[in-house]
Nanobody, 123 residues
Framework: QVQLVESGGGLVQAGGSLRLSCVASGLFFSRYAMGWFRQVPGKEREFVAGITGSSATIIYVDSVRGRFTISRDNAKNTGYLQMNSLKPEDTAIYYC????????????????WGRGTQVTVSS
């Protein structure tokens, strides 16, 4: 059974940092591209960052480029999202997801999803 579990969310002041983790089980983690998405109530799920299985290719949405860093440790079946210089508009539930093919920005292409972790940035 495939399972993705996110952690590391919380409440932080603007300008602060958080590191999200996503632990995968039940599959060969290194064979999957990983994406991080976020969602606020009433809005569509938004792509944040993606990384291929080998970490050779990384992409970001423009609004987080230079502030967020996606990475993964295949030996630990874990992916990360380091978030620095957080802004109130980064407040959302953050989800990790895995895709059997190449990384992409569309949520519907991803095969497995975690339940999410709440990130709240106060001004």
């Amino acid at each position: 059974q495939v399972q993705l579990v996110e952690s590391g969310g919380g409440l932080v002041q603007a300008g602060g940092s958080l590191r999200l983790s996503c632990v995968a089980s039940g599959l060969f983690f290194s064979r999957y591209a990983m994406g991080w998405f976020r969602q606020v109530p009433g809005k569509e799920r938004e792509f944040v960052a993606g990384i291929t299985g080998s970490s050779a290719t990384i992409i970001y949405v423009d609004s987080v480029r230079g502030r967020f860093t996606i990475s993964r440790d295949n030996a630990k079946n874990t992916g990360y999202l380091q978030m620095n210089s957080l802004k109130p508009e980064d407040t959302a539930i953050y989800y990790c997801a895995l895709d059997t093919s190449a990384i992409g920005r569309r949520a519907e292409r991803y095969d497995y999803w975690g339940r999410g972790t709440q990130v709240t940035v106060s001004s």
